[in-house]
């Protein structure tokens, strides 16, 4: 029996298969598809933690923080450094806790 995947795995996964007896085919992708592959498979997690609950959805957070950490290293910066920006911008901008909704402005200019 096949199974057609065609998407980014983990590292580890085609060693997880090989111990289940199956046999993986996989390829190595070149620069510009592996950041095609990860900005899609960032959707794809996105989507996950939308259709999760419970202990469930924080396996999927956790899946999309390992991809945010990919797509970082690919642009040459760290967790550690995107999570320093990130924190810059709560100072100025604030967070999401307030569960603030913008419905419109009215300017009277």
Known sequence: MERVYNK???DKI???IKSKGERPIVKELYFSEYKLALEKK???ECQEVIGASGTERVEEIADVLEVL????????FSLKQVISVADEKN???GAFEKR??????I???
Do not use: Q, T
Request: proline share 3%; glycine share 4%.
């Open 107 to 109: 300017s009277d200019k």
């Open 42 to 44: 960032l959707n794809e």
């Open 91 to 93: 100072a100025k901008r």
């Open 14 to 16: 085609p060693e997880i």
């Open 8 to 10: 980014l795995v983990r």
């Open 100 to 105: 603030i909704f913008l419905e419109k402005v």
């Open 69 to 76: 950490r990919a797509l970082a290293k690919l642009e040459g």
